[in-house]
């Protein structure tokens, strides 16, 4: 049974700082990312996305085709826009992005094979291939994105055509691997967490079963992707069938502990696990998402939310290995644990997954994305070098400025459908309770006839106000990092029990409830066992990570150290900083520099002021020096 429900796609109008990034996805991103994927804006890479729709099309129809173009999952792309149009078109109706939306729809409907097959890439050629390398041919992976893609159509316009097309589609999938019982589980996860959304929004128990499915029968023939590969003469890039921990396949999921191999499959399939316990009461399913969580929360995350740290795979690493030059942290990966995280909700309210899920949003998610909406990071380092970063051998993937597009891009329309959808992740709702998991102002109407009004400047202001109208009770998480916190109701002091990371408030209809929450600055320190982190302190406030960039500070930050025993000074909103900041400025030291490579004279310390920024917006003022762990004094 679920501990929270999710919103409707339509029950959260924005405003404030989270108005400010859907605003930006709405009015840049979705624009922009439409041009990309039809190939018309300038100096991006080929995206092909629109004409493998055309020419599946037009393969099905017998005409001639122009052969398939980019990875094998680009058709995901398509799917995500949809996905991020959708849920802006719920806040914000446009004719013309709905029509566009329409257009895109149709061509795809048009892609789909009679049987109910949709995937270009075996549509425009190689239709013998289908369903052979589950271990790398994406097919499900692709079905699952366009079948979420189909359900946030459906619930923010009530428009069915892509809907059903995708319950042809998992019809068709449910008749291979249900009926006729084909072997093999997904080599990417998302169909899962998909077929629920699926089983929600049409009703169809099919969905219910076929996830279930998915989900039980992943790990019990580790073998699986060995026989597969045996059996057939091609392959996309020769991924190794029997690297188990990568696969995330050596175990059946209920018996696996530690978060392993593919960041972003890890943890959309512990998304479809999580919704699956939550879905159908499955207590052992959730204590495995439990001890996975574990892993990675406590073991294997950046203090961003990142995770995911070697590029070797885009995987995770081994326990404490989380280096900040080399770092991995995929934007995807970020979006994903947010997913895991609300998933985790709705088994058990506990602000921990609040806490987790705010972390890589304000830090990674945020970090993706460059202020004006048209470039994006893939990669997440927290420290960048110019002249090491992007160009040693072994920092090559850590850019140090945000590319327009990439030749693989799941990450920038991932981070558009989480930014247009966000209020799904701050507000839940179960009966007569609702909710606030994270605070994002605006107005929420919930299902039971709640409604709120969130007022807060946050996360650079640390008072959120709620205005209730109808009854009910509010449950509101308290952040792990507010040591100090007070409520007020109706402007009386309230003392509310913490239940689980949770305060929960009775209300009625006018009632006016306020939280402060502690914005002090703090500085926080690693465990001992991160090699990388030795000595090292960062500087927080609130939820955000900040960082040291050389755009303020004299153009090097790697010779600075910093003082925690002194103050930090908040500064002013600067709303023509950054697009609107506040910067932290603490005391530290420069180091004076060395003669040679290596001297046998200790350097001397300058005291001086050092400045940090939000992490999120960092790269936005051309190539410069970055950090975000410090050198202690
Ligand atoms: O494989 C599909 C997507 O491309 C993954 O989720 C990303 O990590 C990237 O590899
Ligand atoms: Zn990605």
Redesign the pocket.
């Known amino acids: 049974m679920k501990t929270m429900e999710r919103i409707s796609p339509k029950a959260y109008r924005s405003d404030g700082f989270a108005g400010k990034y859907q605003e930006l996805v709405r009015k840049e991103m979705i624009p922009y990312q439409y041009r990309v994927l039809r190939d018309e804006a300038d100096n991006t890479e080929r995206s092909g996305v629109f004409s493998n729709y055309i020419n599946a099309g037009k393969a099905l129809r017998g005409e001639k085709a122009e052969p398939f173009y980019g ?3 680009q058709d ?1 792309d398509a799917a995500k826009w949809i996905e991020a149009a959708a849920y802006s078109l719920a806040a914000v109706p446009d004719s013309e992005l709905e029509r566009e939306t329409d257009e895109l729809i149709d061509l795809i409907a048009a892609a789909q094979d009679e049987d109910g097959y949709l995937d270009t890439r075996f549509t425009i050629s190689d239709r013998e291939k289908r369903w052979t390398n589950l271990l790398e041919a ?1 097919e499900l ?1 692709c079905a699952g994105h366009m079948m979420e893609a189909a359900c946030a159509y459906y619930e923010s316009t009530g428009k069915r055509k892509l809907l059903d097309v995708m319950e042809k589609n998992a019809e068709h999938i449910y008749r291979r691997f249900i009926e006729d019982g084909a072997e093999g589980y997904p080599g ?1 996860p ?1 169909i899962e967490l998909a077929l629920l959304k699926m089983y929600r929004a049409a009703g169809n128990s099919h969905c219910l079963e076929l996830a279930k499915h998915f989900i039980d029968c992943r790990g019990v023939d580790p073998g699986y992707y060995e026989k597969e590969k045996e059996k057939r003469d091609w392959f996309v890039w020769g991924n190794n069938p029997v690297d188990y921990d990568y696969q995330q396949n050596g175990k059946p999921v209920r018996e696996q502990t530690d978060a392993t191999g ?4 890890a943890v ?1 399939l512990y998304t479809g696990m999580a919704d699956l316990a939550s879905e159908t009461d499955d207590r052992e399913l959730f204590a495995a998402c439990r001890r996975l969580w574990e892993s990675i929360v406590n073991k294997r995350m950046y203090i961003t939310g990142g995770i ?1 740290s070697t590029v070797h795979g ?1 995987a995770f690493s081994v326990d404490y290995d989380l280096p900040s030059d080399t770092a991995y942290s ?1 934007t ?2 970020a979006i ?1 644990l947010m997913f895991f995280a609300s998933r985790m909700l709705e088994n058990e309210v506990n602000g921990e997954y609040g806490d987790v899920m705010e972390q890589a949003f304000y830090n990674t998610v945020l970090a993706g994305i460059q202020l004006d909406g048209k470039r994006f990071f ?1 990669v997440n380092p927290l420290e960048s070098l110019p002249g090491i970063s992007g160009k040693a051998p072994t920092h090559r993937h850590a850019l140090t400025t945000r590319p327009g597009w990439y030749a ?1 891009a ?2 920038p329309p ?1 981070a558009s459908r989480l930014i247009s959808s966000l209020g799904q992740y701050a507000y839940g709702e179960k009966g007569n309770t609702v909710f606030c998991n994270l605070y994002v102002s605006g107005d929420v109407t919930f299902s039971n006839g709640m409604k709120l009004r969130c007022e807060t400047g946050y996360p650079y202001d640390f008072e959120i106000r709620y205005i209730v109208s109808g009854e009910g009770i509010i449950g509101i998480r308290i952040p792990h990092w507010s040591e100090k916190y007070t409520i007020n109701k109706n402007g009386s002091a309230i003392s509310p029990e913490i239940n689980k990371g949770y305060v929960y408030i009775p209300v009625s209809d006018g009632d006016t409830v306020r939280l402060s929450l502690d914005g002090t600055p703090r500085f926080v320190y690693p465990s001992e066992k991160i090699p990388a982190l030795s000595g090292k302190t960062s500087l927080c406030r609130g939820p955000l990570v900040y960082c040291f960039e050389g755009a303020d500070n004299g153009g090097d930050v790697i010779s600075l150290s910093v003082d925690p025993a002194e103050e930090v000074r908040v500064g002013e909103y600067d709303g023509e900083l950054l697009g609107g900041t506040r910067r932290l400025t603490a005391k530290g030291y420069r180091r004076e520099p060395q003669k040679g490579l290596y001297s046998s004279s200790a350097p001397k310390k300058t005291p001086c002021d050092i400045c940090a920024v939000p992490y999120c917006l960092w790269g936005n003022r051309g190539e410069n020096q970055m950090r975000v762990w410090m050198d202690i004094r």
């Open positions: 990875m094998v999952f995901s994406h992976y990417h998302e593919h960041a972003v499959r959309y995911g885009e995929e995807c990966a994903g893939y693989c799941c990450c991932n």
